[in-house]
């Protein structure tokens, strides 16, 4: 237990070592509670990017910096069409 608790402080080494387990499975059980793992390591990561993004560029910058990020996000969505992602951002379609 005292591991978990080390890890829930550090979700990269929670994602790193649930990969771990996903290595060494044995069994489906073992892969799909390692997979969960994975989960929510990648779960506790996700704020950072936007926290680092407000804490590095000014107020006046910020918008600008959080719609690319946006962007860059939502074309790494599984099964986005890039003329569909290009028509939800106000780009016409060629």
């Given amino acids: 237990m005292a591991i978990l608790n080390r890890l829930r402080g550090n979700p990269w080494a929670l994602f790193t070592t649930a990969s771990a ?17 994975q989960g929510v390591g990648g779960a506790m990561m996700s704020p ?11 107020p006046e910058l ?9 962007r860059a996000v939502e074309r ?6 890039p003329k569909e ?6 780009k016409e379609a060629a």
């Avoid at 387990?21 to 793992?37: E, K, N, S, V, Y």
């Avoid at 910020?62 to 946006?70: L, N, Q």
């Avoid at 992602?85 to 106000?90: I, L, N, V």
């Fill in 21 to 37: 387990f996903c290595w060494f499975a044995q069994d489906p059980a073992q892969l799909i509670i390692a997979r969960a793992l």
């Fill in 48 to 58: 950072q990017p936007m926290a680092i993004i407000t804490g590095i560029f000014p």
């Fill in 62 to 70: 910020r918008d600008r910096f959080v719609d690319g990020f946006s």
């Fill in 76 to 81: 790494l969505k599984p099964g986005a069409q």
């Fill in 85 to 90: 992602t290009e028509r939800q951002f106000g």
